[in-house]
């Protein structure tokens, strides 16, 4: 399995990632090498077998629908990059 | 530093404990000893990536005040604490080694922080990681390279590096780490100390930045057994900010810590003695496990067929769990922002590429790869089933035996570059530590001896889930009989 620089590019803007053309070059390499070596996962027979996402066997927790504090809005706001009034700033995302 | 200190730093935690609760020492003058210990020592080891001495100054000053008063202390009263950079301690700095986390301060602290000043400990500065504990060395770290005690010239193992070699070189006498695939055991290993990794869902994770949410877990480092055993006693237990920390009652595990265990079976999986093992590790793990057999253990020959598999199964769960953790990283409520103008997107993926390093950046496109229209059924679902094939291997091993020993870490420590630009290279040097995390079972890492050059090695025992009371003893009884966990490096003097 080889990665074309088209795919890297591709997963390097699903995954939010810009990078320059030296590191979609030389992620796509390492990436290459690593993606060969857990190939080796599909020659394992896992016929029936159930996947398992996690260790334990849990089930969901819900709380008592009680009011408790919350973050006061200076203390969320403390370390925002940028904002206006009591709110995040972000570039416009509607025109 | 004057002797007294030196005295004092290479004690363990438990004998610093019972010298504070007898009134041989404040806490103000163990803060001053370690204070002392990382002038001297920190700059070669650089474990720390935030040290505020005023406030630890303070904090054990607040703690000797509170002894004096007569008020009722917790177990850990007075004692310095390191605190691995990856856990929220409140208004103090918290970057898990990433530049899109330079200058975050988290609004609350982790339910692990607030736990050590429940018990009385006085959080002790905030060590070294790979990035987002993605590593094996702590050279994946956007600040600093930490070192090893032992020699300078090596790593101290990863991703917990700082932590490991700030209790390894006598800058803390405890430490927290996390553990995903072995950031606690192998750098324990690689730096001469007790590392255990919990059994899943035994301590919250609530304030913990997530790498890899089904597999990570936080424990202790300290010199000795009984250090670890302490400080775990202090973290375990529900807490209902984690959904997956489980409600059930904590065990006392320093109560018979002491008492050999009757009968004990002590699995060796033939798959860890295999190719890749450094013949001075392979010779230190048999002598230990002789150790085991002068105490009446019995060794059982067992075997772990997944073996193999582990790391490729791991580096596909746990990448596509941190593809999808790391998405918080955006630039909007907290972290580094891009100066450069654009639309929301390009805002992301700019924050993104300027903030993260090589590795994260790696790790975010396998695992967005994996996760992927196309291939996630043959990478990340086939993962999955993998998984559980080696959870079952697990307790086929623990219906013969009661621990499964082996080494820790294939080498002892290598150089500083030595395996930085091959990345698999890197990911290999967790092939005995993975399993364990895939399981949700726990592990430990103990010294058991050192090679010919003077690096420290370590043996691991895992043991099934929740049997962190048996695994905490079977641990001791090697380290009774021997006299590793007392040696410590020459700089420390």
Known sequence: MSLELDQVRWVAHLSRLELSE???????????????????????NTEGVEPMAHAL???????????????PVSEALANAPARVGDHFAVPAVLD | MSSAHNALVRLSASELVGKLQKGEVRSVDLAQAFIASC???EPAIQAFLHLDRQAILD?????????????????LAGLPIAIKDNMCQKGVPTTCASKILKGFKPPYSATV???????????????????????????????????NPWDTTRIPGGSSGGSAAAVAGCLAPLSLGSDTGGSIRQPASLCGIVGLKPTYGLISRYGLVAFASSLDQIGPFSHDVTGSALLLQALAGHDPRDTTCVNQPVPDYLADLDKPLAGLRVGVAREFFGEGLDSQVE????????????????????????????????????????????????????????ERKGNLIEQYSRSRGEG???????????????????YIDAYYLQSLKVRRLILQDFEKIFSQCDVLAGPTAPTAAFKVGEKSSDPLAMYLSDIYTISCNLAGISGISIPCGFTDNGLPIGLQLQGPQFAESKLLRAARMHEKATDWHTRRPALVG
């Open chain 2, 356 to 374: 993260f390093g090589a590795e994260v950046k790696r790790r975010i496109m396998l695992g967005t790869y994996a996760l992927s229209s196309g």
């Open chain 1, 57 to 71: 066997d849990l089930v969901n927790v819900l709380r008592d629908d009680a009011i408790v504090p919350s973050l």
């Open chain 2, 39 to 41: 002038d001297k020592n």
């Open chain 2, 283 to 338: 010779k230190a793990v048999r002598a230990a496990l002789d150790v085991y057999k002068s105490q009446g253990a019995t060794i059982v020959d067992v075997s772990l067929p997944t073996s193999p598999h582990a790391v490729a199964t791991y580096y596909l769960v746990a990448t596509a769990e941190a593809s999808s953790n790391l998405a918080r990283f955006d630039g909007v409520r907290y972290g580094h922002r891009t």
């Open chain 2, 113 to 147: 922080v607030e736990r050590l000043q429940a018990a009385g400990a006085v959080p002790f500065g905030k060590t070294n990681l790979d990035e987002f504990a993605m590593g094996s060395s702590t050279e994946n770290s956007a600040y600093q390279t930490t070192r």
């Open chain 1, 22 to 44: 030296q590191e979609l070059s030389s992620l796509g390499g390492q990436l290459a090498s690593i993606v060969k070596y857990v190939d080796q996962l599909r020659a394992v």
């Open chain 2, 59 to 75: 904090a054990a000053e607040h703690s000797d005040s509170r002894r004096k008063a007569g008020e009722k202390l917790g177990p």
